[in-house]
C-alpha cells in the first residue's frame, strides 16, 4: 500500500495528539484521507515516510520561497547553532535583520519579532487600541489573522453591530468588539464605521486575501480603505504574514502601491523557522514596551537560530530581485497550462492569482470573497482533484480554501509534469 507507514504513523499520533496533528489543516479533513508524513525535503520536492516523491505546492504554507533545505538558510542556522540556541538577552542578529527589513518595506521605521503570525497580529491590534485608545475592530470574513480569540468571529445577525464567537473558548465580551465585513465591498465597511462611530481602533486586511482560496483585492478598494481610515482616525492594519516578502521585496504595500499603518509578518520571514514580526512607524512602534505602556514580549521573541534563517532569506530576496519576477513567470504558466486543460476538458473554473499565489475554484462564479469561495468549495470536486494529483506525486494544499504557494527550486519541467497530471486527473473531474 501507498501510504503504510503514513497511516501507521498518524494512528500513533492520534493516540497522543488531538486529531494526530498540530495545526488542524494537516489532518486532510476537508478533502479526506490520511494525511501523509513527512520524512525530508529538498528543493521543489517532499519525500514521505514510505519513499514516495511529491512535487510541493504548499512550501510550509509559503515560507520556503527558495526551495526546501535551501543550503545557505541551513547553513546559517547549523553555524549558529554551534555558539548556541537561545540567551533570552539582546543579539546582534535582531538589529542586522531588523535593519533590512526595515529598508526592504517603505512604510515602517521600527519592527518587533515575535515567534508567529498569530501572535504578530494579536500584538498589532493591541498596539493599534493603545495607540489610538478605542476598542473595536473590523476585519473581513474569509480573512485569517492567526487563532487569538478577536479574530474567531462570525458576523452575527446583528453584523452592523458586532460579531459572534466561531468557536467555543471564545468569549461573547470579546467577540463584541469585532466588526464583520466583507471582502472587496467598501459600503459595508462604511455602514459599520457609521454605526460605531469613534468606537473602532483599526481596519485589519490580508491586502491579497490568501486564505479563502486567492482572492485579489478590487480595484479602489484598499485605497478606500485608506482614505476610511485617515477620515474616521483609524489605523489600517495589513496582515502581511502571506504576502510580505513573495509579492515584492516590500510585499502587498510596494506591489499595490498603498501603505498600511502596521504591517504584520511571518511565513518568509523567518526562512522555515518559528516567526512573526509587527512594523510601523516610529511614532506607533514607540508605544510599545519599554519605551511606551503598550505591553508585548516574548522568552523566545528574537531567538538567534529563528533570526540567522530568516536574515539569511532576505538576503537572498534583496539581492536578486529577480527571484520575484521568475516565481511570478512560474506562477502564470501554471495558471495558463491549467485553465487551458480544465477549458479543453468543459470543466467550470475560476483561478483567481497574483503574483506567485493562485488557486483554482472548481465553479464560474467570480471569487471575491468568502461567500463565493464557499458556493465552489461546497462541490466536493476539490477533493476528487487533490487526491487524483497527490496520487500522482503533486502535492497541493488540501483544502479549497487554501492559497497555493510556488516556489523558485520549481523547474518548467517540475511544472510540465504537474501540467501533465492535472491533464490526467481532469476527465475525473466532471
Ligand atoms: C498563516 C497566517 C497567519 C497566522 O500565522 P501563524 O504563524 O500560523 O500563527 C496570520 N495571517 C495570515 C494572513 C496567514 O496566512
Known sequence: MKYQRSSALFKAAEQVIPGGVNSPVRAFKAVGGTPIFI?????????????????????????????????PVVESIVNTAQKGTSFGAPTLLETQIAELAVQMVSSIDKIRFVNSGTEACMSAVRLARGYTQKEKIIKFSGCYHGHSDSFLIAAGSGAITFGTPNSPG??????KDT????????????????????????????????????????????????????????????DEVMTGFRLAKGGAQERLNIKADIVTFGKVIGGGLPVGAFAARSEIMDYLAPLGSV??????????????????????????????????AKTQYLH??????????????TINRLGSMIS???????????????????TGVFSKFFHGLLEKGVYIAPS??????????????????TLAAIAQVAPQLK
Open 39 to 71: 520524512d525530508k525535503a529538498q528543493g521543489a520536492y517532499l519525500y514521505d515516510v514510505d519513499g514516495n516523491r511529491y512535487l510541493d505546492y504548499i512550501n510550509s504554507w509559503g515560507p520556503m520561497i527558495l526551495g526546501h533545505a535551501h543550503k
Open 170 to 175: 471564545v468569549t461573547q465580551g470579546t467577540a
Open 179 to 238: 466588526l464583520l465585513a466583507p471582502y472587496n465591498n467598501l459600503e459595508a465597511v462604511q455602514n459599520i464605521i457609521e454605526a460605531n462611530k469613534g468606537a473602532i481602533a483599526a481596519i485589519i486586511i490580508e491586502p491579497v486575501a490568501g486564505n479563502m482560496g486567492c482572492v485579489p483585492p478590487k480595484e479602489g478598494f484598499l485605497e478606500g480603505l485608506r482614505l476610511l481610515c485617515d477620515q474616521n482616525e483609524m489605523l489600517l492594519i495589513f
Open 295 to 328: 505591553y508585548q514580549a516574548g522568552t523566545l521573541s528574537g531567538n538567534p537560530l529563528a533570526m540567522a534563517a530568516g536574515l539569511q532569506m532576505l538576503q537572498e530576496l534583496n539581492q536578486d530581485a529577480s527571484i520575484y519576477d521568475s516565481i511570478d
Open 336 to 349: 495558463q497550462g491549467m485553465a487551458t486543460i480544465f477549458d479543453s476538458h468543459n470543466i467550470p473554473h
Open 360 to 378: 483554482v475554484h472548481f465553479g464560474t462564479t467570480p471569487v471575491v470573497d468568502f461567500e463565493s469561495s464557499s458556493v465552489s468549495a461546497a
Open 400 to 417: 479549497a480554501y487554501e492559497t497555493w504557494f510556488i516556489s523558485d527550486a520549481l523547474t518548467y519541467e517540475d511544472l510540465d509534469f
